[in-house]
């Protein structure tokens, strides 16, 4: 044990290690993390009061696992997250395809070897990326894919068919003492369902007519869309009946979960000298683009509206700001109101429509634009405060505005507007040209959506006037 780590039977057995099933492992870790308050679920937003403590009594009640709710909920990330509560390092007996314990084999050949090798059969150490199988669930899936086969060049070197040895296992058993998560499980044919179903209960299968015994130690976790859960037919009854606990995901229920997946999963880049700086106001609109999609009747609300929208639309939004400072040749990469119609082509692919007429489906997002512009306009300023600076569009100015123009042309706007500046202060821009671009371009956006200003669109620029 140069290393710390038994290498034979005889050294584990020396060093007073104590095999744990995979639920009685994490079980044992969640406690550890609960006493320690380290957090159950790394990276995951707005879960904290709903959807964790369902899952905490699940892992303590050593329960199967499966996650309903619509595309963009988290559920696979959730699930890949779980092999977190495993154990850095288990043993198991070298060379083992099915990850077996040397205390507790399962495989014929395995008993086998220790027979043969007692003590000094050989150990290895296998971490937790090796612990966890995943499979998409589709029609064509077959009992060989998740459970195994027989294997004909097996048979053709003489042995019998109703060896064991003939057989060559699928993803659930080559996943022993480890967690295996079945996406979409309601897609798989029934007949492979009632497959599962004995792998999780019975422990045994049957291949080609012969049954075989397989008591494995795998927590099967699945995710499902509600609609396809709940329809009859979709899942036979038993095999529902043995998931413990059903956990019921959602979306985010306010708009700083929103952002905060947004931060965290969209690209970022390392570009050097140029600065992204994104006003926080211009985040909520991201967030409430999708949030307003969530609740549009002209939106299909069964297939749901995913984070990745928001989290698509910011990467747009930072990309066609990128794009401008690249053009004028400017150091400061900050989204304006502009820039947010090239989030169309982003959200367009991310939201199916109910049925509208062709062409329709753009002037539905420019409203679900406006009105996420105008929610978080109304949250950051009362039109009644700004009413001096509409007195002076009144007056007879104008402003005019584009996503191509340079942030120096706005600050020179400010200045010519009295009130204008109050406003933009009110948005904690400090001296930076373009943040104060951003903040004119929301303050007149928001004044025109409040019908205090009109707006006309000349060719890529629009000017709002009294």
């Known amino acids: 044990m140069a290393d ?45 009061e709903t959807v964790i403590p369902q899952l905490e009594n699940a892992i303590l009640s050593g329960q199967d696992i499966i996650f309903l709710g619509e595309r963009g909920q988290a559920k696979s990330r959730i699930i890949r997250t779980l ?25 014929s050949a395995s008993h086998a070897r220790i027979e043969q090798e007692g003590d000094n059969l050989e150990i290895e150490w296998i971490g937790r990326d090796r612990r966890y199988g995943e499979k998409l669930a589709t029609p064509d899936i077959t009992i060989a894919d998740l459970i195994g086969e027989v294997d004909p060049i097996k048979v053709a070197e003489g042995r019998y068919l109703s060896d064991e040895l003939t057989i060559h296992y699928g993803l659930i058993p080559r996943t022993n003492r480890g967690i295996f998560c079945i996406n979409e499980l309601p897609d798989l044919a029934e007949r492979i369902q009632v497959g599962l179903l004995n792998i999780m209960e019975e422990r045994d299968v049957q291949i080609r007519g012969y ?23 979709r899942i036979i009854t038993p095999l529902k009946d043995r998931y413990g606990a059903q956990i019921r995901t959602h979306y985010p229920r306010n708009v700083e979960h929103e952002i905060g997946i947004m931060e965290q ?36 609300q069964r297939s749901g509206v995913s984070v990745r929208a928001s989290i698509a639309d910011y990467e747009s939004l930072l990309a066609n700001a990128m794009r401008r400072s690249i053009r004028l040749g400017e150091m400061d990469v900050v989204p304006r109101v502009s820039d947010l119609p090239y989030v169309i082509p982003t959200i367009s692919g991310k939201v199916e429509f109910e049925t509208v007429e062709d062409g329709k489906e753009e002037q539905i997002i420019e409203k679900l634009i406006q009105g996420a512009v105008v929610a978080v306009f109304n949250r950051y300023f009362n039109v009644v405060d700004l009413e ?43 001296e930076n040209p373009a943040v104060i671009a951003s903040a004119i371009e929301f303050i007149l956006e928001g004044l025109h959506l409040n019908k205090r200003l009109n707006k006309d669109r000349i060719g890529g620029r629009a000017q709002y006037r009294g």
């Open 388 to 430: 001096d600076v509409v007195t002076r569009f009144k007056a007879g100015v104008s402003a005019e505005v584009s996503d191509s123009m340079k942030s120096q042309q706005y600050v020179e706007l400010m200045r010519s507007i009295d009130g204008l500046n109050r406003a933009v202060t009110k948005l904690d821009t400090g």
């Open 265 to 300: 999963e969209s690209a970022m880049f390392q570009d050097g000298e140029y600065k992204v700086t994104v006003p926080h106001y211009m985040k909520e609109i991201v967030a409430e683009i999708t949030r307003l999609a969530r609740r549009s009747p002209d939106v299909n």
């Open 211 to 233: 049954r075989i015994r397989m008591p494995l130690d795998v927590m099967i976790v699945a995710s499902a869309n509600p609609e396809d859960y709940t329809n009859r037919g």
């Open 83 to 107: 092999v977190n509560l495993l154990d850095e390092e288990i043993p198991i007996i070298a060379g083992s395809e099915l990850n077996e314990s040397p205390f507790e084999p399962i495989t």
């Open 4 to 48: 710390g780590r038994a290498r034979t039977l005889g050294e584990l057995k020396q060093s007073g290690y104590k095999p744990l099933t995979v639920k009685e492992e994490m079980r044992k870790n969640l406690i550890e993390r609960i006493r320690s308050g380290q957090p159950v679920l790394e990276g995951i937003f707005g879960y904290e």
